[in-house]
């Protein structure tokens, strides 16, 4: 059990398989992730991430254009701090 607890802590335990977990013996294997799905699920994060960043700039430069400077700087300052130059966000 301990682990498939560390599978879950690091991603790699998919969330529907932690509700069938529950009536499982033992003595049951549970399905590895493929690689496939692996790889979707970091698309889908890094797709969530920067669906994340553009919402806090649409919303920073709101601010920003209603004279909430302070409000907007920090947005901007969010969004400075979650990118990577080296990463698929670099353009932000």
Not at 32 to 41: G, S
């Amino acid at each position: 059990m301990g682990y498939i607890f560390l599978l879950f802590l690091l991603g790699l335990f998919p969330t529907h398989a932690q509700e069938t977990m529950e009536g499982m013996g033992k003595e049951e294997a549970v399905r590895p992730m493929t690689t496939d799905e692996m790889t979707q699920r970091e698309i889908d994060r890094r797709k969530e991430g920067t669906l994340r960043l553009t919402e806090n700039l649409d919303l920073a430069e709101k601010l920003y254009l209603a004279g909430e400077w302070e409000k907007a700087e920090a947005k901007f300052r969010l969004v400075m701090s979650q990118t990577d130059p080296q990463a698929n966000t670099a353009g932000f």
